[in-house]
Structures are given as C-alpha cells and as structure tokens.
C-alpha cells in the first residue's frame, strides 16, 4: 500500500515570497502524483500532476512541482505568492498500474496563509 | 456544464437516522468514488465503482453502504449516523480507472458538509 505524508500542516509566508510545499510518498510499486488546492468551504481543484516524462511539471496559477524519484518527494512550489493563493493544499498518489488510477491516497494537507 | 454534482450540500442529522448523499455525473464515466475529509486526515476512499453494478470498499467502509445501478449515480447511504461520521463528503468520477489516457481526468463535486449531533 502507499502512503503520503505532508511534512508541514501550516506554512505562512509573506505576499510576494516563495513558498515550497513538501510531500513525501511510499510505495513499492509506480505512482502517479497529484497536487490538489481547496479553497475555504470549497471542492478540490486539480493544480498540477505527474504521471510520466519531464520531472517538472508546471500547473494552473503560477505552480510548480517536481517529481524527485530517488527521494520520492514531490515538492510543490510557487515562486512568489499572492494573497489569493491562501487555503489548503493537498498531495495524493496513486498505483501506476491496474485498476488504481482514481483510488488516489491523499496526505494530510498543508495550509498555506499569505499575509500582506 | 454540470460535472460531478453532490447534493445536499449541507446536512444535519441526529445519531441513528439514516439518510443518503447523492452523487451524479454527466460526463459517462465508469469510475466513481466517495471520500470523507477530516482535519489533519486528509481525504479518505471509503467506496468505489468501477462501473455499474461493480462497486468495492476502500479504506474506510464501515458504517456506509453503496450501490451503482446506473452509470451516472453512486448514491451513499449511511443506515444509522454517528458522530463519528461527521465530515465534509467528496465524491469523484474519471472516464476508467485503468490509467491517465488522453482526457481521463479524475473530478471532484463541491462536497457535502454533514453533521451528526
């Protein structure tokens, strides 16, 4: 079975800085990797994801992360915030293979706050 | 332009009703699932289909029931709430489960926040 796990639960950071989102996984078999966004009292909207080729995939709203297979990281980063992109990021994987693909894992999910 | 559509969107419940959250989508797909969301936990698979008539458990099943008689609808039934199962429900459709071949994108509904007093 996989796992994920997000190494911050909360990262607050100033307008205008860069931020970096750490997700971590495990598993023994191929994965595909995901980045999620949830606004306040809203659904989950897909940022970016991983499946295969280039390790650096880039996504809606200025993001970015890489896939880091020696290390199984998949880092999200933003090289400078915006007030808006406060709310709660999630990181989930799931198999590369079979039936999997949409019985995603999901990590614990890092808040980010953007302060003026 | 409907996607995934989760209703009721808001939900109280007292401990042993029963009660169903709906799950409908328009864009044919085999694949739909439900997930909870807790503080701290992430979301969690707790049923799937892989199309209908064929559904299976995923990591936390107790406590709800599920069925998939049309392609479009993957309703959730909870027979008797407890607190325990109060939390933010997602549930998410793709075009197969067998890998992300052109367009098999995996969407989520706007969730449904139900409490159990």
């Known amino acids: 079975a996989q796992s994920v796990t997000q190494l911050d639960s909360q990262v607050p950071v100033f307008e205008e800085a860069p931020v970096e989102l750490r997700c971590n996984y495990s598993?023994?078999?191929?994965?595909?990797l995901f980045w999620y966004v949830q606004y306040p009292n809203q659904g989950l909207q897909l940022l970016l994801k991983?499946?295969?080729?280039?390790?650096l995939v880039k996504g809606i709203n200025g993001f970015e992360a890489e896939f880091n297979k020696s290390q199984t990281s998949f880092h999200l980063r933003k090289p400078s915030v915006h007030i808006s992109d406060t709310a709660e990021y999630f990181c989930?994987?799931?198999?590369?293979?079979?039936?999997?693909?949409?019985?995603?894992?999901f990590g614990q999910g890092t808040i980010l706050t953007v302060h003026p | 332009n409907a996607g995934v559509t989760q209703t009721p969107k808001f939900q109280v419940l007292k401990t042993g009703q029963s009660m169903t959250l709906q799950c409908a989508q328009d864009m044919n797909h085999e694949y739909m699932s439900w997930y909870r969301q807790d503080p701290g936990m992430g979301l969690r698979l707790i049923h799937y289909?892989?199309?209908?008539?064929?559904?299976d458990q995923g990591e936390v099943p107790n406590g709800y029931n599920v069925s998939r008689s049309t392609t479009e609808d993957f309703p959730l039934r909870l027979l008797s709430a407890a607190p325990s199962q109060t939390s933010v429900y997602f549930c998410?459709?793709?075009?197969?489960?067998?890998?992300?071949?052109?367009?098999?994108?995996?969407?989520f509904g706007e969730g449904s926040w139900l409490t159990v007093v």
């Open positions: 989930a994987v799931s198999f590369a293979g079979g039936t999997s693909y949409g019985k995603l894992t």
């Open positions: 598993s023994s078999v191929s994965v595909y």
């Open positions: 991983y499946l295969s080729g280039s390790t």
């Open positions: 289909s892989v199309g209908a008539g064929i559904t």
């Open positions: 998410a459709s793709s075009r197969s489960a067998l890998g992300p071949s052109s367009g098999n994108t995996i969407y």
